[in-house]
């Protein structure tokens, strides 16, 4: 599995546009990249996946290069109830579904 | 649906004593998971399920023990318990493998005095 990097953590202020980016060099072909979103004292809940270019929904979007070397989940927008931990996954379509969560990125946003 | 439960949400364990943390799922997932969660750090995986009567280990299954006899259940057994294992613990399910959606419970809250 492809380990990933992601700041440790980022600030914003309410009603800014956050990215934050993540690296995954060693990603593989059958590897789709998925953001994760945690609460305090809750468990991650699902926020978006891709597998190339850009997947929007309406949360966030996901952008992938075309090398998927890195990729940058951008929140429009966000509020004061988006400040959480973001963990950007990397998982293979063929594996057994065995999510490696890195440290993440905490998210602090301000009034 | 109520998606993933866990029970308890808190618990306080003697060093030595045993215990076994709960988890259901009403979605007919067939792949179940157990993380733990230390403070500031992202999860680890314990173990996970592919299906009833079949579990395999994860990242650090040490101290611990699963089953699986129904689709729904997946206990998580530990055993001679060590402050080590003080952590919150995640329970989580998905349809399929690969790259499926995980669905996690709200997690159990575990010291080991």
């Known amino acids: 599995l492809a380990k990933t990097t992601q700041p440790i953590s980022m600030d914003s202020y309410e009603g800014q546009e956050v990215n934050i980016t993540c690296s995954h060099n060693n990603i593989a072909t059958n590897d789709y990249i998925t953001w994760y979103q945690q609460f305090p004292s809750q468990g991650p809940r699902f926020i978006i996946q891709g597998y190339k270019t850009k997947v929007t929904n309406e949360v966030a979007s996901l952008f992938i290069p075309a090398d998927r070397k890195s990729s940058t989940l951008s929140l429009p927008r966000v509020s004061l109830s988006d400040t959480a931990v973001y963990y950007c996954?990397?998982?293979?379509?063929?594996?057994?579904?065995?999510?490696?969560f890195g440290a993440g990125t905490r998210l602090a946003v301000h009034p | 649906n109520a998606g993933v439960t866990q029970t308890p949400k808190f618990h306080i364990l003697k060093i030595g004593q045993s215990m076994t943390l709960q988890c259901t799922q009403d979605?007919?997932?067939?792949?179940m998971y157990w993380y733990r969660q230390d403070p500031g750090m992202g999860l680890k995986l314990i173990y996970y399920s592919v299906g009833a009567g079949i579990t395999d280990k994860g990242e650090v299954p040490n101290g611990y023990n699963v089953s699986r006899s129904t689709t729904e259940d997946f206990p998580l057994r530990l055993e001679l318990a060590a402050p080590s294992q003080t952590s919150v613990y995640f329970c989580?399910?998905?349809?399929?493998?690969?790259?499926?959606?995980?669905?996690f419970g709200p997690g159990t809250r575990l010291t080991v005095l």
């Open positions: 989580a399910s998905s349809y399929s493998r690969g790259t499926d959606t995980q669905y």
């Open positions: 996954l990397v998982a293979s379509s063929g594996g057994y579904n065995k999510l490696i």
């Open positions: 979605m007919n997932h067939n792949y």
